[in-house]
């Protein structure tokens, strides 16, 4: 083949990869934004296909000018999960109300495809604060000597706290900015205060929380007692000293408050379940039950050998919980905790493990799974379990179970019903108890359930039990 041929093959090939290229393009055409949108601000994709860069300008959309925009660019054929932001994560977009939306989601086959899309708001520019009546800021700047700096502190107090006398329970969670108000939060609030509000509707007694922000460049260091050759840490104690020795004292001498370990809980997620895991092994004469969301055990090993080597000294709770679509290695890890706390002497009841298909790294999960998490750690301050004397005895297993529940006894179980409540006594179903003693369960959600059986109107049974995939 001479020369010129292999020009001309060379140059017909470059066209093909060219056309090709035109043709596998996507396009995005976003048809209306919100009208709270800075006049100025510019607007961009983000996702797994530039690696969640809320800013980079190759994936910035075009003004049409009249109050349209598009972007058009070649990702890889397969699921795209993305949002559009105005250039950072602080301005993503949100729903009508400001509040935190799950990732979208699209599946692009390849060649030239559009789709059409609105955005309905901006996380934090909705309907304002959603702080409920009884969540307040206690401090914009409470000092924290420890380490010399100061942070912001949110209070959550139950709606009966200023019509009676009562005392409460104390919950601890980390990163503040994220649990009570949408319109500081960084992705979404778990909605601490509408959750334990409904939850008091529906018989709960009621618990005083106390919100510390994190502190934004020093979260890391002061999330982990240990450091991170890449990441930090390493003022983990000093966060967890500020707690116990200054923010408690300050909160039990100012509210009503009931102060001893025994109804005193620390909660927080990702990293924030990595210093709750901590503080609830180092201080176990302080805390006698951690909520560990999405843990970051991955940031050191030395959280196990914390365990292994302080080992149990007094009955706690750990309720565990994470997502299968977190990291690969999250549920191994946690099971990992599970048997080391099991080996450092805690007992089989005073660990929970709950796992979900569907839970992701976010605070859409946690904000769902805290009405569980918080109603069984602080079950011994909601409801009293009735104690049911019966000679007859009604078998029941698997416990945890997953889709079904089987019913063992001597004589048939004719006409008994299974009625299943959660911890703060709120009915989830009543079923018939079929003639092989069976019940199918396939929709409830994981979590601790009070079983009860009844029959002819006599209570013949209350258990405990955890359904857990």
Known sequence: MNRLSQFKLLGLFVLILFAAQSWAQLTINVTS???NTPQDDEIYIAGNFNGWNPGNAAYQLTDNGDGTWYITFTPDAGTLQFKFTRGSWETVEGNAQGQYIPNRTLSYGGGQQTENVTIAGWEGNGGGSTLEENAYILSEDFEIPQLNRTRRIWLYLPPDYETTEKTYPVLYMHDGQNLFDATTSFAGEWEIDESLNELFGNGDEGVIVIGIDNGGIHRIDEYSPWVHPEYGGGEGDEYVDFIVETLKPFVDANFRTKPGREFTGIMGSSM?????????????DVFSKAGIFSPSFWFSNEVYTHVENTGKQSDMKFYMLGGEQESASLIQQMQAMETTLHDAGFAAEEVVLVTHADGQHSEWYWRREFPDAYSWLFSSEINEIPFVSTKDVIQVSPNPFVDSLHFKREEPLERAILNLYTLTGRKVLSRPISANGTVLLPELKNGIYLLEVEKDGQVMLI???????
């Open 33 to 35: 934004i919100p009208a």
């Open 272 to 284: 924030g379940g990595l210093i709750s895991m901590y503080a609830a092994i180092e201080h176990q």
């Open 463 to 469: 258990r405990k039990l955890m359904r857990a995939d």
